[in-house]
């Protein structure tokens, strides 16, 4: 575990984050309307229990049987014409992907949004080898230009109002290239179209595009992403040269298993009933596209998560961040309080398996949640989040025994809770709406660790703050 | 094929992989038990649906015959201005019997800055899915490569109602050949990165128009 690395500014991010109430005001505007904007896309299909069921059980049986499905991918990315490449961690990845650039000599390359080249920070892996990489998503390009972190999985840049995106494009623009439109306007079409203008000449003479994918088919060696803006078209077929960043977990048996996940993603995700673009590839094709293709398959603490037998099913997850937008703690705390690229109820489960509990940052990761259950009940992939949660607070007690280090994290989420009121009081509101599904008790020694007693405190009888500041 | 040395990350992941699992249970089936379409089994009502999705997601519809076609061809282009259009092998000749514009082909392969340089281009497609309002492209007759209907701004897709159109991803997928490169498009490029603001077209073809023949 020590080699993973997945790039975490320190919790005490959050506090900042917080107090700004721009930055709150447009999250809960923006969780909020995502989240009934979703309800409607799934409400159209009335077969969306068997589709998220489907899609649960295709996962948990590749990862069963991941090693056969990576190995069929393989044979049938290198028969189409494609290279893989296998990276153990992060500094493994950076240093293949790097290397292939600098094959080509080429000293640009441009991106499209992907969590797993986030997770290994690949750009700044590059920057200290010479090479610029270009992000190419609007919002990807708005945290780039504004020096900013991804505050959401899918609106990166949620964080920012539009005013603050044209002052970031108006001073920013120039310093990587085409500057922005003089008197640039606030509306959001004519930040969009100084993007579009900014970033088409990179794509027109970019000569090597980085992606990452949503699905591999193992049985045909294709790969899919899924986009809305174009951006990631650009970057998948104008450049001679495409490596594409992709977690082991990604892949998928079959061909028709897109049925299933096609069906899921766009409608979780942005609530679409189907997003604007989607790109297949299987190796090259002759004269459309990319000459030369590089498939990096990452692990960086997948095969760690796949060995818990509760922790694994968080590897089905497919990105939707559906999840974020239910979350009373991330409406309230922001993408920036998780302290990595994967926020929200998925990031507390996900990072602390990729990277461990060694920090005491990750260990307070699990205990940073409420267990109200909202985030499990809309997964399209249904893992059990509150499950997770439960059993990562349990290996961090049991691994270091109650008190020190553990009562640390623990204190370090609960104050953290005390230091957001607004917070708290989204988890106080919600804990007492959904009190049938607390455990009375936290298993093992997790609960001695919060309270002398081995009962939680009984909600909301004990008022959250004045239990805590008791119980300290 | 790239072969491994051993004691690869190759070789290690697949060891950690096996490892990881080896006392795992096999999980339960899986049982396609979903719909393989939400629609009922009519043709005339697919159709209607499929324009109404279309325009849901902003692209511009227009129904017509195939007699109706070149006519129908010939005013888009003229309300818009364009004076160029790019045309890939394999679109029939008489759909542009009824316009006089300039042709460019892609042979040689056009530069993506000459790309960028045509007003519009025409394709037919592969098929179109009507519950979700996608458009699918898969690099065959009257359809180019990938970058032809992606640089230019205006692209306008022609669909044979009679044979093109399903109902559902279902029943789209087995349809498609995964050897080829292909492009799902539901509408024409959009995003909400600023606010959730949504705006129609950053990088792909700015104006998506549909025509339904048949
Ligand atoms: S955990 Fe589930 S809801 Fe959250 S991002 Fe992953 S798939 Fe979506």
């Known amino acids: ?472 | 094929m790239t072969v491994p040395a051993k004691g690869s990350s190759r070789e290690r992941i697949l060891a950690r992989i096996r490892a990881a699992v080896q006392d795992a249970a096999e999980p339960p089936p899986v049982l396609r038990d979903y719909r393989d379409s939400h629609q009922p089994d009519d043709p005339a009502r697919l159709l209607d649906l499929l324009a109404a999705n279309l325009a849901d997601y902003r692209a511009v519809v227009h129904r017509c015959t195939g007699a109706e076609l070149p006519a129908v061809i010939g005013r888009i282009l003229a309300e818009r201005g364009s004076r160029t259009l790019l045309v890939p092998d394999g679109v029939p000749e008489d759909w542009l019997s009824g316009t006089a514009v300039e042709r460019v082909r892609d042979h040689p392969p056009l530069a993506p800055d000459r790309l960028d340089a045509v007003d519009s281009v025409l394709t037919g497609c592969a098929l179109a899915v009507a519950e979700t309002g996608t458009i699918v492209l898969d690099a065959g007759p009257g359809q180019g490569r990938r970058a032809l209907t992606l640089v230019p701004d205006h692209h306008l897709c022609v669909v044979r109602t009679a044979d093109q159109v399903v109902a559902s991803v279902p029943q789209a997928l087995p349809r498609l050949d995964p050897s080829r490169p292909q492009t799902w498009i539901s509408g024409p490029s959009a995003t909400s990165d600023i606010e959730l603001d949504r705006v129609e077209g950053v990088h792909g073809p700015r104006t998506l128009e549909v025509v339904l023949v048949g």
């Open chain 1, 1 to 472: 575990m020590s080699d993973t690395y997945l790039g975490m500014p320190s919790f005490p991010q959050a506090k900042a984050s917080t107090r700004d109430t721009r930055l709150r005001a447009n999250l809960t505007h923006a969780t909020r309307t995502i989240r009934d904007k979703r309800a409607r896309a799934v409400a159209e299909l009335d077969d969306w229990a068997q589709l998220r069921e489907a899609g649960k059980r295709i996962k948990d049986r590749t990862l069963r049987h991941l090693d056969d499905h990576l190995v069929q991918l393989e044979q049938n990315v290198t028969a189409a014409g494609g290279t893989v490449h296998w990276a153990a961690d992060a500094a493994e990845a950076n240093r293949i992907v790097a290397d292939l650039v600098k094959a080509t000599g080429e000293r640009e390359v441009v991106k499209v949004k992907s969590m797993a080249t986030q997770e290994i920070e690949l750009n700044e892996a590059l920057a200290a080898e010479g090479i610029t990489a270009y992000e190419t998503d609007l919002a990807e390009l708005i945290v780039q230009l504004g020096e900013d972190r991804p505050s959401h999985i899918l609106v990166p840049a949620i964080h920012r109002n539009r005013g603050e995106v044209r002052d970031i494009f108006a001073a920013k623009m120039g310093e990587w290239g085409r500057p922005a439109p003089e008197g640039l306007g606030d509306s959001p079409a004519e930040l969009a179209e100084a993007a579009r203008l900014h970033l088409r000449e990179k794509f027109l003479r970019a000569k090597v595009g980085i992606s990452g994918a949503n699905f591999m088919v193992a049985e045909t060696g294709t790969l899919v992403v899924v986009e809305s803006e174009g951006n990631g078209r650009m970057c998948l077929t104008l450049p001679e040269t495409l490596i594409s960043v992709v977690g082991i977990e990604k892949v998928l048996p079959t061909w028709r298993d897109l049925e299933v996940f096609l069906q899921l993603l766009p409608r979780s995700s942005t609530a679409e009933r189907m997003n604007p673009y989607t790109s297949f590839w299987t190796g090259t094709s002759d004269g459309d596209g990319p000459r030369n293709f590089h498939l990096v398959l990452l692990d960086n603490g997948r095969t760690d998560t796949l060995a818990d037998e509760v922790g694994r099913q968080a590897l089905r997850c497919i990105r939707c961040s559906a999840c974020l937008n239910v979350c009373p703690v991330y409406e309230r705390a922001g993408g920036h309080a998780y302290g990595s690229v994967y926020p929200g109820p998925i990031g507390a489960i996900l990072t602390p398996q990729l990277r461990g509990t060694a920090s005491a940052v990750d260990a307070s990761l699990p205990f940073a949640s409420t267990l109200c259950g909202a985030c499990y009940e809309v997964c399209p992939v249904a893992i059990d989040i509150p499950e997770v949660l439960v059993h990562l607070r349990e290996q961090v007690v049991e691994r270091d025994g109650p008190g020190h280090r553990t009562e640390r994290a623990v204190v370090r989420a609960g104050s953290w809770l005390l230091d957001h009121p607004a917070a708290l009081g989204a988890v106080e509101r919600w804990a007492s709406r959904t009190r049938g599904l607390h455990p009375r008790r936290l298993p093992t020694a997790v609960a001695r660790a919060w309270t002398d007693s081995r009962d939680l405190p009984e909600l909301p009888e004990a008022p959250f703050r004045d239990w805590w500041r008791k119980s300290r």
